[in-house]
């Protein structure tokens, strides 16, 4: 519970903290792009690379990388073997009655795999380098052309931060009531898988009440000091471009040209 990143802010001053909030939500999203568009193993190591990069660019302990991956193991070993199963090929590596594998279901698992590893590890760096309140910023300046349309840029700005900084503190929330349920002789170890389903009824249960205490309470804290959206409300910390913003687009530009020149005169890598 404690290795979630995901949501966690580390407070710093340095060249990825300082980019501007905006920069970093575009290079997010060039970089799902980037991760994307790869389709060789070999070029893996492009974002991979890019990944350390911002990693030690924002001063962040390299162990953050197997934390951000340690909570999805499961989700990954299950879409390993999905993607491995059921991918249909040609060329068949390994068969026994109804199993069957092939390369190219091999390939695509690998593939799968690597994707979620690295966009995870990417959403991770990007909150543990930028503070909620200026995601939050990022966020409602971006969407603030679509009030045009009367669209509340402000309200879901709001939702999508509180949400994502509210991840990590019911992890925590989850992890406590686990471990009071055993104190009191809960077992959640032994018995098959439907028994070990049953067993997290009193985790749920009681996690469930203090999320919706906490909502009652962030709501009523809002009220109190006169909280009603974004209309009429001030800035405290104006965002502006600057010259480090430029550098960053442009160094992952660089990063998203060398893998659409590597895979265009050589398509066949592997």
């Known amino acids: 519970m404690t290795d979630i990143t995901l949501g966690q802010f580390i407070p710093g001053n340095s060249c990825i903290h300082r980019l501007d909030p905006r920069t970093k939500i575009v290079l997010m999203l060039v970089y799902i792009v980037m991760v994307f568009l790869v389709k060789s193993l070999i070029l893996f190591s492009v974002p991979l690379a890019y990944v350390l990069l911002c990693l030690w660019l924002g001063q962040i302990s390299f162990s953050y990388f197997g934390k951000a991956i340690k909570p999805i193991r499961f989700l990954l070993v299950f879409m390993f073997l999905l993607n491995l199963f059921i991918t249909p090929g040609e060329k068949t590596l390994f068969s026994w009655r109804f199993i069957k594998i092939t390369e190219e279901g091999l390939l695509q698992a690998v593939f799968i795999s ?92 009681p996690l ?60 066949g890598l592997i």
Do not use: W
Not at 171 to 180: F, P, Y
Not at 220 to 238: F, I, N, P
């Open 114 to 205: 690597l994707r979620l590893i690295l966009l995870v590890t990417g959403a991770s760096i990007m909150t543990l380098t930028t503070s909620p309140i200026a995601l939050t910023d990022g966020l409602e300046r971006m969407l603030s052309p679509l009030k045009v349309f009367k669209f509340p840029a402000h309200e879901l700005a709001m939702m999508m931060t509180i949400a994502l900084r509210f991840i990590p503190t019911l992890m925590e929330e989850a992890d406590k009531i686990r471990k009071a349920q055993m104190a009191r002789g809960a077992d959640f170890e032994s018995g098959n898988i439907i028994a070990r389903a049953k067993a997290m009824i009193p985790i749920l249960i």
């Open 208 to 267: 469930f009440v203090s999320a919706f205490r906490r909502a009652d309470e962030l709501a009523m804290a809002m009220e109190s000091r006169c909280y009603h959206g974004g209309e009429g409300r001030t800035k405290l910390h104006q965002l502006k471009l600057g010259r480090g913003d430029l550098a960053a687009v442009l160094v992952t530009m660089a990063f998203l040209a060398l893998i659409l020149l590597v895979q265009g005169f050589f398509p």
